[in-house]
């Protein structure tokens, strides 16, 4: 016969000596932060007021819309504040409210790239509906503009969300130029210091990276820059701060680069592929799984 531990036998002294080093260590802490959840949920409402396509009110009137964007600045100022000041969280709003029509333009300029590279795109309310490509620079749109205004750890959290939901992971410091485009995008890692230009264009498994992770190296430029018009295919990999795609360069799927490149240029990978047939190949091989 098992014996079952009695919750009620568990020792609560050891617990209360356990709850007091564990409040002891938010009091040192001093500061709240913001829920992943919560971030989630700013993050919903705003994209559900820029774009008809994620809102369950597609058809609000412009009074409606006015007074979601009131409420939406009221979250965003409860998210900022705990973690600078409430002077701080002040500014960040309003620049925030100036500033978002603009980060609006942009997305629907990444949309329209989106629609035009790819050919199994229908229409823009499909790829804004439906596309993970155009969340995750949804999302990072919005986080690289709170990381420029110097918010802390928020910016970061809502790069999660977006990793969480499109398996693509951009770090909110990287600087993005206009009408970006995301093909499929699962398992993109895009890092801090990267630079991409105008009119690029990446496929899932694309890494823009750094050659060395070391801690030292924090706050120098360690990821590539990556010119106007440039594609890299699914699965390349790009490493090094000083590491420069020149403008309208392709990079072929899986290869892997880390010195510049000039402007115009073509990377791709050979390999040889044997074609035999299916019974000469196993009549000589036992596979076991």
Known sequence: MTHRQDPDAIDH?????????LARDRVAHGRI????HDVAAFA????????PQLSDDALAAPDDLAARLVLARRDLHRLVEPLTSHDKADAVI???????????????????????GDPAAESLDEVVAAYPGFLAIAIHRIA????VLDVPILPRLLAEV???????????????????????GTGIVV?????????????QGVTLGALSVVK?????????????????????????????????????GNVFVTSSVPAGSVLYQTSRAKVRQADDWFSNIDFVI
């Open 44 to 51: 919903d409402t705003l994209l559900g007021i820029l774009f």
């Open 191 to 203: 890092g801090e210091t990267a630079v991409i230009g105008d009119g690029v264009k990446l496929y």
């Open 216 to 252: 030292n190296l924090a706050g120098h430029k360690r990821h590539p820059t990556i010119g106007d018009g440039v594609v890299i295919y699914a699965n390349a990999t790009v490493l090094g701060g000083d590491t420069v795609v020149g403008a309208d360069s392709i990079i072929g």
């Open 144 to 147: 690289h503009f709170l990381y």
């Open 94 to 116: 309003a620049v925030f409210a100036e500033e978002l029509p603009a980060v609006h333009t942009a997305l629907l300029l990444d949309g329209e790239a989106i629609l035009a």
């Open 13 to 21: 002294d050891r617990d209360h000596v356990f709850a007091r080093t």
């Open 33 to 36: 932060y913001p829920l992943k």
């Open 162 to 184: 977006a990793h969480t939901r499109t398996g693509i992971d951009i770090h909110p410091g990287a600087t993005i130029g206009r009408g970006f485009c995301i093909d499929h």
